[in-house]
């Protein structure tokens, strides 16, 4: 299938200077014009690096006044066009405006992406999320609910012990109040519980605070290095630091509420696109209440992964090696040349990329708006995000299958741990092919 | 929420050779910001390096049998809202007078002093602030008596209020006390 009309400019030699593929999959053509259009339309970003092609051409394509990523449509290879994505957009709109959203259709239009200046994604990720009902008239109350709920555990269990001391004291009456009138000897109290700060004991609060000190600096260490390229995440200015500040309090709580698995390196790079949508919402409201949201969602995205952040479960049918596994049979099941040259000729362990790929959710694979598009069509997959997870990992690997069948085992590992950058709506497109493929 | 440690007199290898294996279990590096030391360590190496190990703010002062004649007489600090003197207290004759103390706080100008020397814990208060002794940490015999309990002290400052735990080796068991003290926002006119 050949796409429907091919812009002067996408026939540039800036672009990729290998000749014109025989199969349509192995298009290697990558634009990246995606990036520039999408940082327009979200100001508070700082553009990643863009390895090749200037701004200026893509300012020159007109921008109709609904479609703000005129990217999408002159080289997505499927056969949706400008006119389908406006179509997609009024449906979005529409679907959104009901009453009682049907998710089922939600979903189908998500899956095929949600465009970006709309100010749609965070109330569809949400509701994608479950966080939100779908009945819309129990927004207002539940987003209440789970806002106050996130506010409570914040005060329970964001204190220093001489905080959670003192309440204790005041909520039992005994109220000292020695201050410097007077003088004499200061009179001694006996402490309760064997309550102290050098307490050894397991239940002492003092030494549960210590042990989760360790747990917080690490925390600290990840989201300090989340999107250093990125002005919402990184630099000094306080809107950098309140960002950090949320992400912080949002991983520390998940730590300290689900004691089994804590906090495992990673985390945070899961958590940043969720709150990166949910802060820049449009309704001021809603994006002040981001941290809440993100938190709920995190916890929500997270109870499909969990098993891959158990080191325990590893090797267990949940773990991650079995995931891996499950790729790797996939591969097999859809190209099996590839996986031969993968696997026995080059003997690249799929460990060596894919684990990234999958306990990350892609976010460190492709730029950040990418990125996003990519989690569209994950979280609107109705039986969970792990299938298609799978399925645009095995897109990716047959995307580029000819440097990697030319390729041996040091440039096939470099290639995949640097994953070259392509159009993400056609490998979105391919993965898509993929399930319907494996159901015949 | 800063923890500050208070203790002395311990008199290695003197009188005592180290602190009471209680103690020692209860003070592990990582949880104490501060170190305050009255004095009377007496030998540097191995008192001074272990303190420095838990917590690498460490101040001390000059008692009378202390080896290094490096540390000063008195010491003043800031922690949080609250000024801090120390002073080992032999210079301050009669020996654990109230009132003696009580120029030598209007003196530094602060608000709590830790004062050593008689090797008993005490706390003072009165207009001007608050007198500490946390006593000797090895129970060594003082000049005094040889009945001496060995004991520290740690501060808990956060913001106005200090929570003042007391450790003591009573018959071979580690007893908690605290005690509660808040200071008044405004300045004392005292000074």
Redesign the interface.
């Known amino acids: 299938m050949m796409k429907a009309r091919v812009p002067e400019w996408l026939n540039s030699t800036l672009w990729s200077s290998k000749s014109p593929p025989v199969d349509e999959r192995l298009h290697q053509c990558s634009p990246k014009s995606s990036t520039p259009t999408i940082s327009a339309a979200e100001p508070p970003r700082v553009e990643p690096p863009l390895p090749q092609p200037p701004p200026k051409l893509i300012i020159q394509e007109p921008s109709t006044p609904q479609m703000t990523d005129p990217r999408g449509d002159d080289h997505r290879n499927s056969p949706s066009s400008l006119t389908e994505d406006i179509s997609r957009q009024t449906q979005l709109l529409a679907e959104l405006s009901k009453k009682t959203i049907d998710m089922h259709e939600l979903r189908r239009l998500a899956s095929q992406g949600i465009p970006d200046g709309v100010g749609i994604r965070p109330t569809i990720w949400k509701l994608l999320l479950e966080y939100l009902p779908n009945d819309r008239g129990l927004w207002a109350s539940e987003l209440a609910n789970k806002r106050s709920q996130y506010k409570n555990f914040k005060e329970e269990l964001l204190v220093?012990?001489?905080?959670v001391?003192?309440r204790i004291e005041k909520s039992a009456g005994i109220e000292?109040?020695?201050?410097?009138?007077?003088?004499?000897?200061?009179?001694?109290?006996?402490?309760t519980h064997?309550e102290?700060?050098?307490?050894?004991g397991k239940t002492s609060i003092w030494n549960q605070f210590?042990q989760d000190?360790e747990i917080i600096e690490q925390i600290d260490r990840d989201v300090r290095r989340t999107h250093p390229d990125m002005h919402f995440f990184s630099g000094d200015s306080s809107f950098a630091n309140s960002n950090q500040e949320a992400l912080r309090n949002i991983l520390i709580l998940f730590a300290k509420l689900n004691p089994g698995i804590r906090y495992v390196q990673g985390m945070n790079e899961v958590l940043a696109p969720l709150f990166y949508v949910f802060k820049n919402d449009s309704d001021e409201k809603n994006a002040a209440s981001a941290e809440a949201d993100a938190f709920f969602c995190f916890v929500e995205l997270l109870s499909g992964f969990r098993d891959h952040f158990c080191q325990q479960l590893d090797n267990s049918v949940v773990g991650i090696r079995s995931t891996i596994t499950k790729l790797s049979q996939l591969l097999k099941e859809h190209d099996e040349e590839l996986w031969r040259h993968l696997e026995v000729t080059s003997k690249v362990n799929p460990q060596f990329y894919a684990f990234r790929w999958i306990t990350l959710l892609l976010t460190q694979e492709f730029n950040f708006a990418d990125s996003l598009h990519i989690w569209d069509t994950l979280l609107s997959d109705p039986e969970g995000p792990q299938d298609t997870l799978l399925r645009i990992c095995c897109a990716m690997l047959i995307l580029i299958r000819r440097r990697l069948l030319a390729g041996d085992f040091t440039s096939n590992l470099k290639l995949l741990q640097n994953y070259p950058s392509t159009n993400i709506s056609h490998l979105l497109y391919v993965a898509d092919k993929l399930r319907v493929k494996s159901t015949r | 929420?800063v923890?500050v440690l208070a203790l002395g007199d311990l008199h290695i290898p003197h009188r005592a050779p180290d602190l009471p294996a209680k103690f020692k279990?209860?003070?592990?590096p990582?949880?104490i910001q501060h170190i305050i030391c009255t004095g009377n360590l007496c030998i540097k190496q191995e008192v001074h390096d272990y303190l420095k190990s838990l917590c690498p703010d460490m101040h001390v002062t000059r008692g009378e049998y202390d080896e290094d004649a490096r540390y000063p007489e008195t010491k003043t600090l800031t922690i949080g809202q609250f000024k801090l003197g120390l002073c080992h207290g032999h210079q301050v004759i009669p020996w654990g007078d109230?009132d003696s103390l009580a120029m030598l706080q209007r003196q530094l100008d602060v608000d709590i002093l830790v004062t050593g020397h008689t090797h008993q814990f005490?706390?003072?208060?009165?207009?001007?602030?608050?007198v500490i002794n946390p006593g000797s940490a090895t129970g060594a015999y003082s000049s005094i008596t040889y009945d001496v309990n060995p004991s520290f002290v740690?501060m808990?400052i956060?913001a106005l209020?200090v929570?003042?735990?007391?450790?003591e080796l009573i018959d071979g068991e580690v007893k908690?006390?605290?005690?509660?003290?808040?200071?008044?926002a405004t300045a004392?006119s005292a000074h």
């Open positions: 220093n012990p001489s905080e001391t003192r000292n109040n020695e201050s410097c009138e007077g003088s004499g000897l200061l009179p001694r109290s006996e402490i064997g102290h700060p050098l307490s050894l210590f000190t | 929420m923890l279990s209860m003070l592990v990582g949880k109230l005490k706390a003072y208060k009165h207009e001007g602030g608050v740690l808990d956060d209020r929570v003042v735990y007391v450790y908690v006390d605290k005690i509660d003290f808040k200071k008044t004392h």
